[in-house]
Nanobody
Framework: QVQLVESGGGLVESGGSLRLSCAAS????????MGWYRQAPGNQRELVAT???????RYADSVKGRFTVSRDNAKNAVYLQMNSLKLGDTAVYYC?????????????WGQGTQVTVSS
């Protein structure tokens, strides 16, 4: 069982920056992929950025060049640096982690943190 605790959301003006953090704890063998998804009202949850344990990253086209995902494997933590925020970035951001072991792989989600970008 993996618990994901997010922090760092809030209210920011358009063009501003925020940094999200997420730490994994609990009982697991290893964490493979970690990352962030978001869901705006009326929309489906969508990928924002992911990063493997080896550092390979993947970004949604809408955030490329503005957001940076990173992780600290020793702390089982993942971060999302968000710069040049736009109104369209307003959403609940969810931390995502896949833990794997002899039991297979499990997908885990955090409780979500609200990011609101104002004009």
């Amino acid at each position: 069982q993996v618990q994901l605790v997010e922090s760092g959301g809030g209210l920011v003006e358009s063009g501003g920056s925020l940094r999200l953090s997420c730490a994994a704890s609990g009982s697991f063998f290893r964490i493979d992929s970690m990352g962030w998804y978001r869901q705006a009202p009326g929309n489906q949850r969508e990928l924002v950025a992911t990063i493997t344990s080896g550092g390979l990253t993947r970004y949604a086209d809408s955030v490329k060049g503005r957001f940076t995902v990173s992780r600290d494997n020793a702390k089982n933590a993942v971060y999302l640096q968000m710069n040049s925020l736009k109104l369209g970035d307003t959403a609940v951001y969810y931390c995502h982690a896949v833990d794997c072991g002899g039991y297979g792989c499990n997908t885990n989600w955090g409780q979500g943190t609200q990011v609101t970008v104002s004009s």
